[in-house]
């Protein structure tokens, strides 16, 4: 599978978001799918996942109530609606798919996710 990150952009401070992923390739409806960010001189971070049917949702705690996740298998998309944005969520944002599709809870863990987009840029200006 291909995955294509879009959406990010500059946003003021107390804005909002979405950022969308694109699949292509291996059946979309088979993965599991997860957003990270990454922001410079800092590892990459686990943002939020979502189930295969996307009835399952975890987040990072930290963005629990500020991120939404969501998926659309009739378009082979994946969505990261951001709320209330501060400075400290100025990064990098990577979607991910796993083919842990079993996987319960759903996996954070960066080395689980076999296949990574480009990242898009978010900034958040104070």
């Known amino acids: 599978v291909q995955l294509q990150a879009s959406g990010g952009g500059l946003v003021q401070a107390g804005g909002s978001l979405r950022l969308s992923c694109a699949a292509s390739g291996r059946t979309f409806s088979r993965l599991l799918m997860g957003w990270f960010r990454q922001t410079a001189g800092k590892e990459r971070e686990f943002v939020a996942a979502?189930?295969?049917?996307?009835?399952?949702?975890v987040y990072a705690d930290s963005m629990k109530g500020q991120f939404t996740i969501s998926r659309d298998n009739a378009k082979n998309m994946v969505y990261l609606q951001m709320s209330s944005l501060e400075s400290e969520d100025t990064a990098v944002y990577y979607c991910?798919?796993?083919?842990?599709?079993?996987?319960?809870?759903?996996?954070?863990?960066?080395?689980?996710?076999?296949?990574w987009g480009q990242g898009t840029l978010v900034t958040v200006s104070s």
């Open positions: 991910a798919a796993s083919a842990e599709i079993a996987s319960v809870p759903l996996p954070r863990e960066e080395r689980r996710y076999d296949t």
């Open positions: 979502i189930s295969v049917s996307g009835t399952f949702r």
